[in-house]
């Protein structure tokens, strides 16, 4: 990659209105400035992400935040060399706003536009930290994502396997909820399971006896469920002691599921013989310390490099649009003003659907 290349990306899929500005060149890819704003507090009375809300926000504020990761690249539109935007999949009202906005500012300017599918930035996103090699693994693991994907280039992902349900990020939010800790849950249970026996409560490990790489979390709130209700018949409630086994009861089970059918991916990936074999995680979940050491000591034992970009690149964001924008435009991959917002769009279109879509709606 020699030719310098400075593109804005901006995404609206789910709950974060975001822009970002990152440069390419010969050395690699830089952030030049990342802004996300969130939109927790404006959901935070509905249990979930209330779709018409969110568009709204996303309208209200998209162009700001343009304006902002523009400002604190001490940049001008002028400067630019693209503008890449989330085109989706995600919530059909916030993947317009963005849509819509960078087709204005594509036609101000004269600027390439290049739509984005959300995962794939989420997929390319260990090229821009870590400048990986292709084909690497890839697990994206978040509250509305969970699949292995090879990664083989810019524009094709072989996804070998996901969940059939809920997403981990979502069933610790479950766990959570069932045990009075605060949202968003993740890191509350893995707070609470430090101090936990994972012995003491017997969790189930859905799919682990069927081939494949396919995942399924829904089981594990109802049995977590049914661990819960029978102390508190026993005892008349939970103690803190108890509410600590439950959570590194439920923490080992993710574990588990994740190494065993990581164990798989690699096998499949492996197969191929790469010459860098690498393996990739992301997602809020991917923040998890249990579950992280215990990829990285599978990679380990398998020669294969372990990376997680940083939390700020694992969640939610722009940067990650642009610099999968770089990639698209490198390829002479743009697109027109009939770029439409979709819902729905696998990043794998040869994969057979899957039945789960996370709570933030589907995504795959
Ligand atoms: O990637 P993300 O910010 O948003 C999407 O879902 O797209 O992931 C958020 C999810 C939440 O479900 C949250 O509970 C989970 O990631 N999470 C964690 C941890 N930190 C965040 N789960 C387990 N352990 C953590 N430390
Ligand atoms: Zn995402």
Same mark, same amino acid.
């Given at each position: *990659? ?19 500005? +990152?440069?390419?060149?010969? &050395?690699?890819?830089? !952030? ?20 018409? !809300? ?8 998209? &162009? ?30 916030? +993947? *317009? ?58 524009? =094709?992902?072989? =996804? !070998? ?52 790489? &396919? ?29 600590? &086994? ?10 588990? !599921? ?10 499949? @990936? ?10 990739? +995680? ?40 642009? @610099? ?41």
């Amino acid at each position: *990659m020699t030719q310098t290349l400075t593109l804005l990306g901006i995404e609206s899929s789910c709950d974060d209105t975001a822009a970002a500005v +990152v440069r390419s060149g010969a &050395d690699g890819a830089l !952030i030049l400035s990342s802004f996300v704003w969130g939109q927790t507090a404006l959901h935070a009375d509905f249990g979930g992400v209330v779709p018409e !809300i969110a568009a709204r926000a996303h309208a209200e504020r998209v &162009d700001l935040c343009v304006e902002r990761a523009l400002a604190e690249a001490d940049l001008s539109l002028s400067d630019l060399d693209g503008i890449a935007v989330t085109a989706g999949p995600g919530l059909i009202g916030g +993947v *317009m706003s963005g849509v819509m906005c960078a087709k204005g500012l594509a036609a101000a300017t004269g600027l390439p536009l290049i739509g984005v599918n959300h995962l794939a930035g989420h997929a390319l996103t260990p090229r821009l930290t870590d400048n990986l090699a292709f084909p690497y693994l890839m697990l994206l693991v978040s509250g509305g994502h969970c699949q292995f994907l090879i990664v083989h280039g810019t524009d =094709r992902f072989e =996804r !070998i396997g996901g969940t059939i349900d809920d997403a981990p990020g979502e069933a610790f939010d479950k766990t959570a909820k069932l045990l009075a800790l605060p949202q968003p849950g993740g890191p509350h249970v893995e707070r609470e399971a430090r101090a936990g026996d994972p012995r003491r409560f017997p969790m189930p490990r859905p799919l682990m006896d069927r081939p494949g790489c &396919d995942m399924s979390f829904s089981g594990l709130k109802t049995a977590l469920l049914r661990a819960r209700d029978s102390v508190i018949a026993e005892k008349g409630g939970l103690t803190v002691a108890d509410r600590a &086994d439950l959570c590194a009861a439920f923490q080992l089970a993710v574990c588990d !599921i994740l190494v065993g059918k990581s164990h798989r991916a690699l096998d499949n @990936y492996l197969a191929l013989r790469p010459a860098v074999p690498a393996f990739a +995680v992301a997602g809020g979940v991917a923040a998890n310390g249990p579950v992280r050491a215990a990829l990285s000591a599978l990679c380990d034992e398998h020669q294969t490099r372990f990376t997680a970009p940083p939390l700020s690149l694992c969640t939610d964001n722009a940067a990650m649009i642009a @610099y999968a924008g770089v990639e698209r435009l490198l390829l002479g991959l743009v697109d027109d003003m009939r770029l439409a917002a979709r819902p729905r769009w696998p990043l794998d279109p040869a994969a057979p659907a899957l039945l789960g879509s996370g709570k933030k709606g589907a995504k795959a």
